[in-house]
């Protein structure tokens, strides 16, 4: 079964710190991972995606892919907390002739004062 | 936002009655999908659909059926509610399908069954 695993948490940082969120997935041919925010009682939102090997920024937030070890982090510079949330890792999989999401459990971040 | 709408907001029903929610979107999308998320278990994949008429069975479709009869709409069934449903349940869109397609989610249903 196609999986992509999160560390459930939850991680807590100080404010102004770096906040790390790593993903693993099983599926070698997976191309596509994604980035979603999910605060309490609401639904995800993306927050970034990334197609290719290497780093990719956005304000403070920056997602690193590494194919060959099947490995994908999201880091949080400067975290604040409002960053607090849970951070799901979602994978576009190949199966039955779709591109299906496949979705971490998330990762609560705490991020206090 | 993406325009997409989920009803009702919140259910409660008692097991063995049927349930139906609807997922409507206004963005044309091809794609839609059906998760329902509980505590341990993050975003599971129920049902999805590539177009009208046309779903699929996702991770955990046993005991839910679902509909797409018109590009905008699409309905998720419990033919008959168990407890094991209490969730809440999330729908999502996306556009083409491809590889680097994205998701975006509508804002939940909660189902409490009691």
């Known amino acids: 079964q196609k999986e992509v695993e999160q560390n459930s948490g939850p991680l807590s940082v100080p404010e102004g710190a770096i906040a790390s969120l790593n993903c693993t997935y099983s599926?070698?041919?997976?191309?596509?991972f994604f980035w979603y925010r999910q605060y309490s009682g609401k639904s995800p939102e993306l927050i970034m995606s990334?197609?290719?090997?290497g780093d990719k920024e956005d304000g403070r937030f920056t997602a690193q892919l590494n194919k060959a070890s099947q490995y994908v982090s999201l880091l949080i510079r400067d975290s604040q907390p409002s960053d607090s949330a849970t951070y799901l890792c979602a994978v576009n999989m190949w199966e039955g002739g779709s591109y299906i999401p496949t979705f971490g459990r998330g990762t609560s971040l705490i991020v206090h004062p | 936002d993406a325009g997409i709408t989920q009803s009702p907001r919140h259910k409660v029903t008692e097991t063995g009655t049927p349930v139906t929610l609807r997922c409507h979107q206004t963005e044309n999308h091809r794609y839609m999908y059906w998760y329902r998320q509980d505590p341990g278990h993050g975003l599971r994949l129920i049902h999805y659909?590539?177009?009208?008429?046309?779903?699929d069975k996702g991770e955990v479709s046993d005991g839910y059926s679902v509909s797409r009869s018109k590009t905008e709409d699409f309905l998720l069934t419990l033919e008959s509610a168990t407890s094991s449903q209490t969730s809440v349940y999330f729908c999502?869109?996306?556009?083409?399908?491809?590889?680097?397609?994205?998701?975006?989610f509508g804002p939940g249903t909660r189902l409490t069954v009691l």
């Open positions: 990334i197609y290719s090997n």
């Open positions: 599926d070698r041919g997976s191309q596509s």
């Open positions: 659909s590539y177009g009208v008429k046309d779903t």
């Open positions: 999502a869109i996306s556009n083409t399908g491809e590889g680097t397609d994205t998701q975006y």
